[in-house]
């Protein structure tokens, strides 16, 4: 069973840059694809961005891409977030997920693909 917890969510301007941090448990965190997701008041949580698990393989939604950046520390079991010039859109709650997988290179974009995940932390971005 696998643990996460997200850190560095805030208040921040439009803009301005954040890095989300999620912190697994467990010693088999290479072997999880992991992923970033989001639910703003009101409305579903939606894909935000995936890595594979050896990091060679990343994917975004469109909304962010060319924004945000995922990457990950397998030693440190941490993966990571950066999410550069930020819109009043992108506030949300951001949750990341973790999906167990053989495969080297496969990254997962549905809710339904994921195993675990965290509690979430807010970033809130104001105009």
Known sequence: QV???ESGGGLVQAGDSLRLSCAAS???FSMYAMGWFRQAPGKEREFVGAIART????YYADSVKGRFTISRDNAKNTVYLQM???KPEDTAVYYCAAHFTYSSNSYFTSNGGYDYWGQGTQV???S
């Not at 990091?55 to 990343?58: F, P, V, Y």
């Open 55 to 58: 990091g060679g393989s990343t």
């Open 124 to 126: 809130t971005v104001s």
């Open 3 to 5: 643990q996460l917890v």
């Open 84 to 86: 550069n010039s930020l």
């Open 26 to 28: 467990g010693r088999t």
